[in-house]
């Protein structure tokens, strides 16, 4: 019998790679263990995503800067935030960096898909992922996908983040054969900040990053095999504290973590 493919997401991987026993609690302990609260930050950033998508979503003579207030606040989510105050801010805040942003774009600009689920397989691994934005630009032989991430955190992202972003080289590499198009350019869209940072992928650092997309799955699959067969989970998937622990779902329930530090759920919001 051939080996059954891992099914993955960028997600699913980065919380293997980020700590094991997240990855337990998330994806394999049935039931799961239970999360803590909603984070404001996770809010805030699900909003402006969505708001976004809405506007792309608007006939092109219709995507107007007058138009954001109205999706932004159709589809806010106002979990995770200490007071209504607090919430009001956050919701003028995103306002101001989707209008900012919004006002750089060219609104018949027609992206090759929005939220869009790119996929490939290889030998190892079956992967899926719903890229923010992809975009169609011109290249130096023909048209290209360009892998448009956005961001919403505290921290401007940099060249070197979009360089050493696995999420982003594996949207790309799954791109290029969704639309059978060349997709190397990767960019980072920091919304509050109005940067984008960049990196160019060659087929061999696509390759290097799905090689190790293979690795970790192949690690995954054999601590699941394991406790499968007998193994004792806390041993196959090992905690690891460091900061996250703070901001980790879990925390509560996991012997690493109830004695790292809490955080509230709005303290990204500064
Ligand atoms: S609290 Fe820390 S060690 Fe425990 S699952 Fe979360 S990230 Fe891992």
Redesign the pocket.
Known sequence: MPERLFVCTPSKLGTYA??P??YR?AYVDRPSPPKGPPWAHNSVGASVHTALRNWYALPSDRRAVAELPMLLKATWVGEGFRDTEQERAAYRRALGWVESYVTGLDPSDEPLGIERVVATKTSVLAFNGRADRIDARPGPSGPEAVIVDYKTGRFEPTADDARGSQALALYAYAAQRTFRRPCHRVELHHLPSGTVAAHEHTEESLSRQMSRAEDTARDIMTAEKAVAAGADPDAEFP????T??SW?D??RN????TD?PAKEPWAAMG
């Open positions: 980020d700590c026993r997240r609690y905690v690891r504290p460091g996250l622990c980790c879990f925390r996991c012997p690493a973590g790292r």
